[in-house]
């Protein structure tokens, strides 16, 4: 005879009374079912919240990454202007010593002009054709940054930076290291520059140094179509347009040397600044000035006119170099 067990099922109510009999191995397997069940409905609960703290982790997550990007782009663009700065610097730094004829520390930027570079057939004509605070090597930046990227730092001197194309961390701080070792190097060089220049004060108040009047450039120094032949020609000096009547200024301190009208030129002033520099000012309307008079940086010296060999209202302006003409742009810092 099977076993069965007997459950009785009372309410409240007389009379209402009932039984459930069922035999020991259905009791058996409706036990083992219900346990089974419960293990179910326990695993996906836990897995139901760790979904939820996921999700919650997840969120927080991506909130911190778009902050991070958003502080990426912004030491970016420091960056950026940084460089900018930098490069500026390295131009007026490079035309500084090359105007004072100071030895810049990669090659000799001298003021005196080998007279190979100029042609023939210009020789001789006028005719316009502190200490600072020791700081941390930067070798030791690359070891630091390691421990922030999941690869090596990029290799500058083997390319990687000009091949990587991601911006990430380790393409930035390859950029942040080469800034900050450039801006080390430009400020031994500033340094070196502001010793040199303080002891060359009147070098420096007899040098060209800003642009002679206010325009926009025409044409530059070097081989040119000529308007009028329409051949190629030399042109040995750089013009500024501007309006008829605008002020010309002495670009230094200086002597005037000539003042008068020459053929091709037209009205012309030519200011000697010693140690063999001479600047020559073309097409004028008006001379302001008379030989042997001094004449201080930023004197007007004469007013803006297409007189001589002119298509239209500019300014000839010519640096010479013991006589023989060199660029003058090298000689304007105020751009």
Same mark, same amino acid.
């Given at each position: ?11 409240? &109510? ?25 293990? !179910?409905? =326990? #695993? #996906?609960?836990? /897995? ?11 969120? @927080? ?24 700065? !930098? ?8 035309? !500084? ?8 520390? /990669? ?11 100029? +042609? #023939? ?9 502190? +200490?600072?605070?020791? &700081? ?8 630091? /940054?390691? %421990? ?10 083997? =390319? ?17 290291? &080469? ?5 080390? !190097? ?6 070196? %520059? ?19 009047? @206010? ?8 081989? &040119? ?12 000096? %750089?013009?500024?347009? #501007? ?24 009205? %012309? ?13 073309? $097409? ?28 239209? +209202? ?7 170099? $013991? ?13």
């Amino acid at each position: 005879m099977k076993k069965t067990y007997t459950f009785l099922i009372a309410t409240n &109510r007389r009379g209402k009374t009932q039984s459930v009999t069922i035999t020991a191995a259905w009791l058996k397997a409706l036990v083992f079912f219900g346990v089974i069940l419960t293990v !179910l409905m =326990g #695993a #996906a609960f836990v /897995d139901y919240v760790g979904l939820l703290l996921e999700a919650g982790e997840n969120k @927080r997550l991506q909130t911190e990454n778009a902050t991070l990007k958003r502080q990426f782009q912004v030491v970016e663009s420091k960056l950026e202007s940084l460089e900018t700065g !930098l490069e500026r610097v390295n131009r007026f730094s490079k035309k !500084l010593k090359l105007i004072t004829n100071i030895d810049d520390q /990669d090659r000799s930027l001298k003021l005196s002009v080998n007279t190979n570079e100029v +042609p #023939a057939q210009m020789m001789g004509t006028d005719l316009p054709i502190g +200490p600072h605070p020791q &700081r941390e090597p930067t070798a030791a930046f690359p070891q630091k /940054d390691s %421990l922030f990227m999941e690869t090596p730092p990029l290799d500058e001197k083997r =390319g990687e930076l000009g091949i990587e194309v991601r911006r990430d961390y380790a393409t930035l701080s390859v950029r942040i290291d &080469r800034a900050v070792k450039e801006a080390q !190097l430009r400020e031994q060089g500033i340094l070196q %520059l502001y010793e040199s220049l303080s002891e060359r004060q009147s070098l420096l108040a007899a040098t060209p140094s800003i642009k002679p009047a @206010r325009g926009w450039f025409t044409s530059r120094f070097g081989y &040119r179509i000529d308007p009028f032949t329409g051949k190629p020609v030399m042109h040995a000096g %750089l013009d500024i347009a #501007a309006p008829p009547g605008t002020p010309v200024y002495a670009p230094a301190d200086g002597v005037i040397s000539f003042v008068g009208y020459e053929s091709g030129y037209g009205k %012309l002033v030519s200011i000697d600044h010693g140690y063999g520099v001479v600047t020559r000012f073309a $097409h004028n309307s008006r001379l302001l000035v008379e030989k042997g008079q001094k004449v201080s940086r930023r004197d007007v010296i004469s007013t803006v006119g297409s007189t001589g060999r002119s298509s239209g +209202p500019h300014l000839h302006y010519e640096v010479r170099v $013991h006589g023989i003409p060199v660029d003058p742009r090298n000689y304007i810092l105020d751009e």
